[in-house]
């Protein structure tokens, strides 16, 4: 690799490309990263992080109204959203230095700039250097899209500009229904704005199992977030100091704050990809294989650019595995198969493996155990709120093929519930092990009784 100024170049500084620059450069490889915003990508600097901040700050309000039934008399609480915002600054500034700290002791030289291919072995920084690198690596992400062009859409914010609004707006609608649009819902509501969430389909979080996604929606229209589905925004327009959203329907809402969290997609344009040969799959991303190469042998593909399973647990786990096949001598395909999934909305929402449709298509016979009930903490504060816990149960195996969880500590729940889903772990596995009571996470060994069973056969 002696012909070449490094070993390989990567392109994009979030999780995925910042561990796979460190693995690559403690395998010896001298290692460059270009990142033409902030070290640290969506998740750290304007997704996944600074979210659970507001989402921890939300929780509050109700946290303080429980306390009455538990004998606290608090007074009359407030809130002040640029102290959230600014302390949540400082957080993300501290972790994006311990970033750079990290990569610096690795050995990585880090260039703040915007680089792009000219050839498969070429790459030129925003300043018209040029560098040579035997591997390249596309860690790019994605980026908030807005859907088809409607009049007004100037005016709209997307979750990046979210996180760093002067105030919280008094109305807030937006337009969504999977994990972000969720989640900011919750997160207004919750520090006390008013919220409509507009979503084209017939239900909120497409692709979760329908169960889980009926209990949420419930859950959200009875603590006042109204939700209209079958629906989309069709125009925004100023209206003094607020605005008119004018729905398909042909309603109208005024609002301050109009969001639109209808998804991300891969960061592919003007890179140069394509003119040396790297193939776009359908989907949008990088085609790459169970290698993350793409098209071009020595230029790769991890994360969310790849529109694979956009997590960053999924991006950093695919970064680690290129840098070990490639400078590590050690081939190694990543298996995103039973990977586990949050939404921390209110209720929160952790899953893992098949949903009851999925299974019923995929399995010749489907066990399902669901269990809903009040938690034993909303007895006393008197909150309107159940939990929901499902298995769903390969009825020739016995094995658990799939676990999902709404309420109180779902996230931290299912992670550990993924490790019995992804040993293969049976029925009769989780019923042999003892309850850890009063828990919620106990109901996950003491259900017993079948809601449903499901005969492929018999249904066709």
Known sequence: MSDYDVDLFVIGGGSGGVRASRIAAQHGARVMLAEEYRVGGTCVIRGCVPKKLLVYASRFRAEFEDAAGFGWTLAQATFDWPTLIANKDQEIARLEAAYTATLGKAGVAIVKSRAVLRDAHTVQLANGEQVRAAYVLIATGGAPTYGDPIPGVEHAISSNEAF????????????????????????????????????????????????????????????????????????????????SVHLSSGNQITADCAMFATG?????????????????????????????????????????????????????????????????????????TNVPTAVFSDPEVGAVGLTEAQARVRLSRTDIYRSMFKPLKATLSGRDTTVLLKLVVDGLTDRVVGCHIVGEGAAEMIQVATIAVKMGATKADFDATMALHPTTAEELVTMRQKSASYAREAAE
């Open 164 to 243: 760093h609004l002067p105030q919280l707006p008094a109305h807030v609608v937006i337009q969504g229904g999977g994990y972000i649009a969720v989640e900011f819902a919750g997160i207004f509501a919750g520090l006390g704005s008013h919220v409509t969430l507009v979503y084209r389909g017939e239900n909120i979080l497409r692709g979760f199992d329908d169960d889980v996604r009926q209990h949420v929606r419930m859950d959200m229209e009875k603590h006042g977030i109204r939700v209209i589905t079958g629906c989309k925004i069709a125009a925004i327009e100023r209206s003094g100091s607020r605005f």
């Open 264 to 336: 991300r997609a891969p960061n592919v344009a003007r890179m140069g990809l394509e003119e040396v040969g790297v193939e776009i799959a359908k989907n949008g991303g990088l085609a790459v294989d169970e290698y993350s190469r793409t098209s071009v042998a020595n230029i790769y593909g991890i994360g969310d650019v790849t529109n694979r399973i956009n997590l960053t647990p999924v991006a950093i786990r695919e970064g680690a595995a290129f840098a070990d096949t490639v400078f590590g001598g050690k081939s190694t395909a990543v298996d995103h």
